[in-house]
């Protein structure tokens, strides 16, 4: 069973940056791919960003492109998401989640574990 444990969230003002990390437990097939999602408060969970853990092929919502980053450390089995110029709309629950493949990688159903998730509250 594969575990996945988010860290790094927090209560930042507008303008900073935040690096978010995911602690996998292990590597398998079906973890070959991997996400970033997030849930405002009142709103459905939202693809964010996603990375291939082989190929570091990347992938990003229209709506983050150029403030976030999402990258990876084979060695640590860690995923990482840097967001910079951090806006009160980017609050809500950070979860990482897993898969084996890119096939729909924006579809959180497509994806087979996940975390618990870490806070991001972003003052004005």
């Known amino acids: 069973q594969v575990q996945l444990v988010e860290s790094g969230g927090g209560l930042v003002q507008a303008g900073d940056s935040l690096r978010l990390s995911c602690a996998a437990s292990?590597?398998?097939?079906?973890?070959?791919?991997m996400g970033w999602f997030r849930q405002s408060p009142g709103q459905e969970r939202e693809f964010v960003a996603a990375i291939s853990w082989n190929s570091g092929n990347t992938y990003y919502a229209d709506s983050v492109k150029g403030r976030l980053t999402i990258s990876r450390d084979n060695a640590k089995n860690t995923l990482y998401l840097q967001i910079d110029n951090l806006k009160p709309e980017d609050t809500a629950i950070y979860y990482c989640?897993?898969?084996?493949?890119?096939?729909?990688?924006?579809?959180?159903?497509?994806?087979?574990?996940w975390g618990r998730g870490t806070q991001v509250t972003v003052s004005s």
């Open positions: 989640a897993a898969k084996r493949s890119d096939t729909y990688y924006n579809n959180q159903d497509t994806y087979y574990y």
């Open positions: 292990t590597r398998t097939v079906n973890t070959n791919f």
